[in-house]
Each structure stands twice: as structure tokens, then as C-alpha cells.
């Protein structure tokens, strides 16, 4: 899913006019047209007025009145607001400061001063992503409700497609979708992808910048050895326990490194599906033999916090127009 720059809504914040001069000229030269906030605490009046209104936020780290990690802290603690992506702009690439921004909820990165092209493409990784998030709840909001009843259920998928779709299928069985569904289509993903087609993280990388991914993805499904290639997922309930299983006909990775999201990687345009599973939807996640299986686990529904209906999260429209009512293209 692309989501076109002129579609695209983006928010500024950053204290330096400089900044926001160069960001502004370097986002307007590709189509764009960004709001800007000159800090944290006039872009948090922004956000929390028009919840739905922006689909990336660039946010400088180091602002007075309310610094970046102060509003991504509680950008993530809002219920429509917590997954908008946040581009973090920071001068500083000190491990810790790293950390610091991990910790807070930042998945996207960049350094100042501003490499254009890098720029642009973050954005828009960005911006897709967030496209696709809101396509995929937007299919949960159509599912059907009654799979809260079922115990056990068994699914054979092959394509990204069949990924996405028994995604949102799952998500109805759990006692919040909302929170599920995330994880529960990125685990898929990784099964397809670098599971049975073997796509591996490097590839990706390169495939991502050149916009080849989705045609790769094609490619590699019509070759002979992954044609009959399948994922098995299978779910099941004992009382307080929803499990997933998810197994791919594939050789297998070493998945510890993408528990977390390492500093190393912290500015690469992909790479977190997991840690953003394990942090967003399920109380465990755990990798079996040579990492081709996995099981993941919700076993505490109660303990996590009340989440949002999905129609709440997505404005209760269709797929990339999430505004607010009486908000417009800003």
C-alpha cells in the first residue's frame, strides 16, 4: 500500500526555524505539505484536537516546554494517538540516547543534519506503514464477532494476502482485537516472507529503498520449490489463555536479535515487526528449534489496559482518510 505525498499528512515539530525551514523545503519539494509546531507541547495541542488527523510526526528530540521524548511518551500512552509512527530527529547517536528513544516508543529515526533522500524515504516508510496498519483494522472492524466463541481453530495460508486476512480473523478471537491484530500480522509476515520464501533482512533492506519488495515477494511465489509451501497457524483458548502457534516450511532464523529494537538497526526502514508484536499484542512470544516455529501467547487479558474500539482508532472511516470530523487537509 503507497500512500502518495500530497495524501500524506505530516507534522513538523521542531523548535529551530532553521529546521523547519530546511524540513519544510526538502518535504515540499516531493509533494508534501507538513503542519508545523515550533514544540512539544503546541504539537501535543495539535494532536490530541484531531486525533486522526496526521499519518507521520517528525519530531526533534531536544525542544523547551516539552521535550520529544516527553510528547512520544505520551503520544503512547493515548489511545488513538499511540500508533501514529514518530520519526525521531536527534543529533545525538549516543548508544544510550538510543535507548532512551526505544524505550518511549520511537521505531523510526533520523540524524541531523538531514540527508534528502534519506529523509523522504523514512517518511515514506513511514507513512505506509501507518496506511497499511489502518487497512488492516479496518478489516477487524468488519469481522465477525462471533469467533469469540470458538476454542480452536486451524488455518493454512501461503500469500501475504491470506496473511493479513486470517491476521484480522485472529484478532476477533482475542479479548482485545485491537492490540492482537498487530503482532498477530506481522508473526505472519515473517512466516511468508523470510520463512518460506526466504527473503532475508538484507534483501528486504535493498528491496525496500529500490520499491521492489511486493514484486520480489510475487516472484518468489510462483517458483517451483515454494508453490506448495504453506503456514500453519493454529489457536487455541484454555480458559485465561489464548495461544497461537505459527509454523513455515522454512529453515529457520535466530529471532533473540529482533526481540528488541537493537540501536544498530534503529534507523533501518524495517526490521521491527517482531519487537512491535511483542511489546503491542502478546504477554510472551517464544522461537522453537531452529526458529521456524513460534508460539505466542495472550494470558493475561485483564491486566492489559482497556483498549479503544478499532473503529475508534481509524475514525471510523475507510482506509487512508482518517480525519476528524470538520478537520480537512491541513
Not at 18 to 31: F, P, V
Not at 179 to 187: D, F, M, N, Y
Request: with cysteine.
Amino acid at each position: 500500500m503507497t500512500m502518495e505525498p500530497s495524501e500524506t499528512r505530516v507534522l513538523v515539530v521542531d523548535d529551530s526555524p532553521l529546521d523547519r525551514k530546511l524540513l519544510t523545503l526538502h518535504l515540499g519539494r516531493a509533494g508534501y505539505e507538513p503542519k508545523l509546531a515550533c514544540d512539544g507541547l503546541e504539537a501535543w495541542e495539535l494532536l490530541t484536537s484531531a486525533p486522526n488527523l496526521f499519518d507521520v510526526v517528525l519530531l526533534d528530540r531536544s525542544m523547551p516546554r516539552m521535550t520529544g521524548i516527553e510528547l512520544l511518551e505520551r503520544m503512547k500512552g493515548h489511545p488513538r494517538l499511540r500508533m501514529v509512527p514518530v520519526i525521531l530527529q536527534t543529533a545525538a547517536v549516543a548508544r544510550e540516547e538510543l535507548l532512551e528513544g526505544i524505550r518511549a516508543g520511537a521505531i523510526y529515526y533520523l540524524t541531523k543534519p538531514y540527508d534528502p533522500g534519506l529523509l523522504l524515504e523514512v517518511v515514506r516508510t513511514a507513512a505506509n506503514d501507518y496506511e497499511e496498519t489502518r487497512s488492516i483494522l479496518h478489516q477487524l472492524q468488519q469481522g465477525i464477532q462471533t469467533l469469540s466463541l470458538l476454542d480452536r481453530a486451524s488455518f493454512s495460508i501461503r500469500t501475504i494476502e491470506d496473511a493479513r486476512a486470517v491476521g484480522a480473523v485472529l484478532a476477533n478471537l482475542c479479548p482485545d482485537p485491537f492490540s492482537a491484530v498487530i503482532g498477530l500480522t506481522e508473526l505472519l509476515l515473517n512466516c511468508v516472507e523470510h520463512g518460506n520464501l526466504g527473503i532475508t533482512y538484507e534483501e528486504k533492506s535493498a528491496l525496500k529503498t529500490r520499491e521492489e519488495w511486493s514484486a520480489e515477494v510475487e516472484r518468489r511465489l510462483l517458483l517451483p520449490e515454494n508453490q506448495s509451501k504453506r503456514v500453519r497457524v493454529l489457536f487455541e483458548r484454555e480458559e485465561s489463555v489464548a495461544r497461537f502457534t505459527f509454523r513455515d516450511e522454512g529453515t529457520g532464523f535466530d529471532a533473540s536479535k529482533f526481540m528488541e529494537i537493537d540501536p544498530q538497526r534503529a534507523f533501518d526502514t524495517h526490521g521491527r515487526g517482531i519487537a512491535m508484536a511483542r511489546r503491542l499484542s502478546f504477554d510472551s512470544i517464544d522461537y522453537l528449534g531452529c526458529g521456524n516455529e513460534v508460539v505466542a501467547t495472550i494470558r493475561r487479558p485483564s491486566a492489559k489496559s482497556n483498549p479503544p474500539a478499532a473503529a475508534d482508532m481509524i475514525g471510523a472511516v475507510s482506509p487512508g482518510h482518517p480525519s476528524s470530523p470538520g478537520q480537512g487537509q491541513s
